[in-house]
T-cell receptor
Framework: AQSVAQPEDQVNVAEGNPLTVKCTYS??????LFWYVQYPNRGLQFLLK??????LVKGSYGFEAEFNKSQTSFHLKKPSALVSDSALYFC???????????FGTGTRLLVSP | ETGVTQSPTHLIKTRGQQVTLRCSSQ?????VSWYQQALGQGPQFIFQ???????GRGNFPPRFSGLQFPNYSSELNVNALELDDSALYLC????????????FGEGSRLTVL
């Protein structure tokens, strides 16, 4: 079965510093990987996806993610964090055959001024 | 905004009661999925509807049921509510292709007392 793991419950970073939110995956076949963000009391918003092609994927709000097949990782990155980036971030993998997403447990990002 | 709307936004029920949650999908999306997000957890897939037929189901009991209507809107019904059903219920719509992202509504928060 497809799965993702987010090893950090929380990531703390100062505004202006680079940030990384980690995700590793376990899949059979080619992975379709996603990052979503959730602000308090809101639904999930799509940030970016990896289907095939370039290992560095660029997404919304200046976020990018690096796909690494040998390390089975798909880490979310941003060169310079903003306080407004503080939110809950979910990594997800698409299940085989149809549009079901399997989500990780989430990582809370806290950006301090 | 994703164009996916859910109602009601909040509701309180007691054990044993039944609840119906509603979702209007984004224009042009004929696939609707429902997810349950318990407090502090990632969303868990309940089921998906495509062209008014159930197109996949997660590990949820039969008391969780759904419908999709000709206009692609959808309902989630939960019978015989249990305390553990307390969660944020998220509806997501998507395009017919298999590798697209999901567009989530803001959710219906259900509290079971």
């Amino acid at each position: 079965a497809q799965s993702v793991a987010q090893p950090e419950d929380q990531v703390n970073v100062a505004e202006g510093n680079p940030l990384t939110v980690k995700c590793t995956y376990s899949v059979s076949g080619n992975p379709y990987l996603f990052w979503y963000v959730q602000y308090p009391n809101r639904g999930l918003q799509f940030l970016l996806k990896y289907i095939t092609g370039d290992n560095l994927v660029k997404g919304s709000y200046g976020f990018e993610a690096e796909f690494n097949k040998s390390q089975t990782s798909f880490h979310l990155k941003k060169p310079s964090a903003l306080v407004s980036d503080s939110a809950l971030y979910f990594c997800a993998v698409q299940d085989t055959g149809f549009q079901k997403l399997v989500f990780g447990t989430g990582t809370r990002l806290l950006v301090s001024p | 905004e994703t164009g996916v709307t859910q109602s009601p936004t909040h509701l309180i029920k007691t054990r044993g009661q039944q609840v119906t949650l509603r979702c209007s999908s984004q224009s042009g999306h004929n696939t609707v999925s429902w997810y349950q997000q318990a407090l502090g957890q990632g969303p868990q897939f309940i089921f998906q509807y495509y062209r008014e037929e159930e197109n996949g189901r997660g590990n949820f009991p039969p008391r969780f049921s759904g419908l999709q209507f000709p206009n692609y809107s959808s309902e989630l019904n939960v019978n015989a509510l249990e305390l553990d059903d307390s969660a944020l219920y998220l509806c997501a719509s998507s395009r017919p292709t298999g590798t697209g992202e999901l567009f989530f509504g803001e959710g219906s928060r259900l509290t079971v007392l």
